[in-house]
């Protein structure tokens, strides 16, 4: 965007004006203004004082004369002397202006105009009121127009905005037809370097109208920003991988998705969600609980998820089936090799056989021997047996705990300890009558089925919850890496310690 005969702008500018008869008219323009200026006192003198010198040093033997002007009177120094700068909002009327009583007699009388407004260090105007019916003085009008000529050349600016200004001039060059011209092909890489995730959605946007518009232009660009692929598309999404030292290509319209995966997917990709997309491995959680604590447990055994480059999805309890469905095509598993379920089978929640359903209604202090008996005995959940269904045959493993994940925590004493512990801070007062129900209680199962009434009894705060366990969990880590004894470490689940090593093996 720098003035250049090969700038973009100058390019540009080439093609909007192709005629000769259009091109002549800035010339002349151009030869004016140049005519003009020579007559200037300050240019007669530039160029006297190097005429002067350039005498004495040549005295008889050349006798040159220069003469000064602006660039040389032709279209294509025109065209590359073009520069491009960003316009002001609004300008500043500061105190020691001349005109700053003018420009405050502008915003008494226009109270109610969100286009002035005064402050300690002067009155500030937006640049739009030029142009609108809001009457002002001829001098105050040219002195704000005058500011705003005194802005950031392009190299003050940030990267990413100096980059969508390129990206304009070229779209705005290849919206222009040409002869023999029928298609345009638009390659960008990372358009969204510089940008914060507002200005990538615009930028998303306008690359998709673009795209979608009548000027025969596709666009193509590569990306790493999970906020462009949530918005993208899942038609448009090609995943490029490597496969024993080749680059392959994933078009996610071509994998296992059904029409309806495609909408919930469409709907359902969030940034967050999209990250997994980047990932070596992927493991889909079904809620909150298991989103905060797993990243936690995974440090405990020293394979922590960022260090392997390993997502974690939380599906907030929702369908696994269109993310099934889009990592199970033959191309898809070689691309996502590593990608884990972690879920509960969600056991005596079937209503319709009551010798094992646990009604919801059951709070800590109702535990008692049926349960337990019903817990052990029960069948997993008709969801759970369609998970394992969808899986069957798929790179995709499983791995399961018996009920939930606040059931299988409770299978420990340590952890018993630590859970309890938690709860007391979220819920000072019940939490202590917990801690009186959990004494009288004499095996492990009968604990961990308490703690996990309790905390099925206070879903709405199972989140809180978890974060307070995750910050004893943490702190133990911590006293641990100081060499500071620990006593009743969390342990991890058998079943989510599969979990994250079938996400982290090499």
Same mark, same amino acid.
């Given at each position: 965007?720098?003035?250049?005969?090969?700038?973009?702008?100058?390019?540009?500018?080439?093609?909007?004006?192709?005629?000769e008869?259009?091109?002549?008219?800035?010339?002349?323009?151009?030869?004016?203004?140049?005519?003009?200026?020579?007559?200037?006192?300050?240019?007669?003198?530039?160029?006297?004082?190097?005429?002067?010198?350039?005498?004495?040093?040549?005295?008889?033997?050349?006798?040159?004369?220069?003469?000064?002007?602006?660039?040389?009177?032709?279209?294509?120094?025109?065209?590359?002397?073009?520069?491009?700068?960003?316009?002001?909002?609004?300008?500043?009327?500061?105190?020691?202006?001349?005109?700053?009583?003018?420009?405050?007699?502008?915003?008494?009388?226009?109270?109610?105009?969100?286009? *002035?407004?005064?402050?300690?260090?002067?009155?500030? *105007?937006?640049?739009?009121?030029?142009?609108?019916?809001?009457?002002?003085?001829?001098?105050?009008?040219?002195?704000?127009?005058?500011?705003?000529?005194?802005?950031?050349?392009?190299?003050?600016?940030?990267?990413?905005?100096?980059?969508?200004?390129?990206m304009?001039?070229?779209?705005?060059?290849?919206?222009?037809?040409?002869?023999?011209v029928?298609?345009?092909?638009?390659?960008?890489?990372?358009?969204?370097?510089?940008?914060?995730?507002?200005?990538?959605?615009?930028?998303?946007?306008?690359?998709?109208?673009?795209?979608?518009g009548?000027?025969?232009?596709?666009?193509?660009?590569?990306?790493?920003?999970?906020?462009?692929?949530?918005?993208?598309?899942?038609?448009? +999404?090609?995943?490029?991988?490597?496969?024993?030292h080749?680059?392959?290509?994933?078009?996610?319209?071509?994998?296992?998705?059904?029409?309806?995966?495609?909408?919930?997917?469409?709907?359902?990709?969030?940034?967050?969600?999209?990250?997994?997309?980047?990932?070596?491995?992927?493991l889909?959680?079904?809620?909150? &609980?298991?989103?905060?604590?797993?990243?936690? @447990?995974a440090?405990?055994?020293?394979? %922590?998820?960022?260090?392997?480059? +390993?997502?974690?999805?939380?599906?907030?309890?929702?369908?696994?089936?269109?993310?099934?469905? @889009?990592?199970?095509?033959?191309t898809?598993?070689?691309?996502?090799?590593?990608i884990?379920?972690?879920?509960?089978?969600?056991? &005596?929640?079937?209503?319709?056989?009551?010798?094992?359903?646990?009604?919801?209604?059951?709070?800590?202090?109702?535990?008692?021997?049926?349960?337990?008996?019903?817990?052990?005995?029960?069948? %997993?959940?008709?969801?759970?047996?369609?998970?394992?269904?969808?899986?069957?045959?798929?790179?995709?493993?499983?791995?399961?705990?018996?009920?939930?994940?606040?059931?299988a925590?409770?299978?420990?004493?340590?952890?018993?300890?630590?859970?309890?512990?938690?709860?007391?801070?979220?819920?000072?007062?019940?939490?202590?009558?917990?801690?009186?129900?959990?004494?009288?209680?004499?095996?492990?199962?009968?604990?961990?089925? &308490?703690?996990?009434?309790?905390?099925?009894?206070?879903?709405?705060?199972?989140?809180?919850?978890?974060?307070?366990? &995750?910050?004893?969990?943490?702190?133990?880590?911590?006293?641990?890496?100081?060499?500071?004894?620990?006593?009743?470490?969390?342990?991890?689940?058998?079943?989510?310690?599969?979990?994250?090593?079938?996400?982290?093996?090499?």
């Open positions: 965007m720098k003035p250049s005969r090969n700038s973009k702008l100058a390019q540009l500018l080439r093609n909007i004006v192709p005629e008869s259009e091109r002549d008219e800035l010339v002349k323009l151009l030869q004016s203004a140049n005519s003009n200026i020579l007559e200037k006192e300050q240019l007669i003198k530039a160029r006297d004082a190097v005429n002067q010198n350039l005498s004495r040093i040549e005295q008889e033997v050349l006798q040159q004369q220069i003469d000064i002007g602006l660039v040389e009177p032709r279209f294509d120094s025109i065209a590359g002397s073009l520069r491009a700068w960003v316009k002001p909002k609004w300008v500043l009327i500061s105190e020691d202006d001349p005109l700053v009583k003018k420009a405050k007699d502008l915003a008494l009388a226009n109270k109610d105009c969100h286009s *002035i407004h005064t402050s300690e260090a002067g009155v500030h *105007i937006d640049l739009s009121i030029i142009n609108s019916k809001t009457a002002i003085d001829e001098e105050l009008k040219n002195r704000v127009l005058e500011i705003s000529r005194h802005t950031f050349e392009l190299y003050q600016n940030g990267l990413g905005y100096n980059n969508l200004l390129f304009s001039a070229v779209l705005g060059d290849m919206s222009i037809k040409k002869p023999g029928f298609q345009n092909l638009l390659l960008i890489e990372e358009p969204e370097a510089h940008l914060h995730p507002q200005l990538q959605e615009l930028v998303q946007r306008f690359l998709m109208d673009t795209g979608k009548g000027e025969n232009i596709q666009v193509i660009y590569t990306s790493h920003s999970p906020t462009l692929v949530s918005k993208v598309g899942i038609e448009n +999404v090609n995943l490029l991988y490597e496969v024993n080749q680059k392959r290509s994933l078009p996610l319209a071509s994998t296992k998705l059904e029409d309806s995966d495609k909408a919930y997917l469409e709907k359902y990709l969030d940034v967050t969600k999209s990250q997994m997309f980047f990932a070596k491995g992927v889909f959680v079904e809620g909150i &609980c298991e989103a905060l604590i797993i990243p936690e @447990l440090k405990i055994i020293n394979r %922590p998820l960022d260090k392997y480059a +390993v997502e974690i999805v939380n599906l907030n309890s929702v369908a696994f089936k269109p993310f099934v469905n @889009l990592f199970t095509s033959q898809a598993v070689q691309c996502f090799e590593k884990a379920i972690i879920t509960d089978d969600d056991r &005596c929640t079937d209503k319709a056989d009551m010798n094992t359903y646990i009604s919801k209604d059951i709070d800590y202090d109702g535990i008692s021997a049926d349960i337990l008996d019903k817990l052990s005995k029960g069948k %997993p959940s008709g969801r759970y047996t369609e998970i394992l269904k969808l899986c069957e045959n798929t790179s995709i493993k499983t791995f399961c705990a018996i009920k939930t994940l606040e059931y925590l409770g299978f420990c004493e340590s952890n018993i300890f630590v859970l309890e512990s938690a709860i007391k801070e979220e819920f000072p007062i019940v939490g202590k009558s917990l801690s009186e129900k959990l004494s009288s209680l004499e095996t492990i199962d009968e604990k961990a089925a &308490c703690i996990w009434l309790f905390i099925r009894y206070r879903d709405n705060s199972k989140g809180a919850l978890a974060q307070r366990l &995750c910050n004893k969990i943490r702190k133990q880590r911590e006293n641990i890496s100081k060499g500071i004894a620990v006593e009743n470490a969390f342990e991890v689940p058998e079943y989510i310690k599969r979990a994250i090593f079938a996400v982290t093996e090499k």
